[in-house]
């Protein structure tokens, strides 16, 4: 069965330095793999697909298949990046998996 | 366009009463999902709708939970009767066969 894993409940960075949220996954076929956000009091919403290849407020994403990991970046946080980040995995079919979520702190 | 519009946004209710929310998604989008989320988890998938079709209604408790999507467009959930635990953010969302998946702004459930 397909799973996503996001090991850190929590993250706390300073604005400016450099952002790193994990996500794994298990899936032994070809899956598809989002970003979601959702900020303060706001509805979830796609930060970024791996399909799409782009760069979304500055955060990208590369999949690993050999690691089988999906791990979202960004070179410079910013306070505006807190929020709450969860990996989805999506197989053929529509089925979309969610990780357990991290919540992104940017400390001033 | 209002996105997924779900209703209530806040429910209390006492427990063993019954509960439904309401869900009415993007136009045009077939496939429609229900997730719970608990606090402090992810979004755990309760049913996947294509159309009027439930496809993959496997974590739906089925002794007190049911969920309907007459003529494949708008979608309630339903709880009865509710307990303790069953207090939760449920989210709808929708998607066609060329998007990701957008939700609505859920419904939260408390259970006294």
């Known amino acids: 069965a397909q799973r996503v894993t996001q090991p850190e409940k929590l993250l706390s960075v300073f604005k400016g330095a450099p952002v790193e949220l994990k996500c794994n996954y298990s899936?032994?076929?070809?899956?598809?793999l989002f970003w979601y956000v959702q900020y303060s009091r706001q509805r979830l919403q796609l930060l970024l697909r791996?399909?799409s290849r782009e760069s979304i407020k500055g955060f990208t994403a590369d999949l690993n298949k050999g690691e089988t990991s999906f791990h979202l970046k960004k070179p410079f946080a910013q306070e505006e990046d807190s929020a709450m980040y969860y990996c989805?995995?999506?197989?053929?079919?529509?089925?979309?998996?969610f990780g357990q979520g991290t919540r992104l702190t940017i400390n001033p | 366009e209002a996105g997924v519009v779900q209703s209530p946004r806040y429910k209390i209710i006492e427990k063993k009463q019954p509960v439904a929310f309401w869900c009415n998604p993007i136009?045009?989008?077939?496939?429609l999902y229900w997730y719970r989320q608990n606090l402090g988890q992810g979004p755990e998938l309760l049913i996947r709708?294509?159309?009027?079709?439930?496809?993959?209604d496997s974590q739906l408790p089925k002794d007190r939970f049911s969920a309907e999507r007459l003529k494949g467009v708008d979608s309630t959930l339903k709880i009865q009767p509710a307990e303790l635990g069953d207090s939760a953010v449920y989210l709808c969302?929708?998607?066609?066969?060329?998007?990701?998946?957008?939700f609505g702004q859920g419904t939260r459930l408390t259970v006294v």
């Open positions: 969302a929708s998607r066609s066969a060329n998007t990701e998946a957008f």
């Open positions: 899936y032994s076929g070809s899956p598809e």
């Open positions: 136009s045009g989008h077939n496939t």
């Open positions: 791996h399909i």
């Open positions: 989805a995995l999506s197989q053929g079919a529509q089925k979309l998996v």
């Open positions: 709708y294509e159309n009027e079709e439930a496809v993959d």
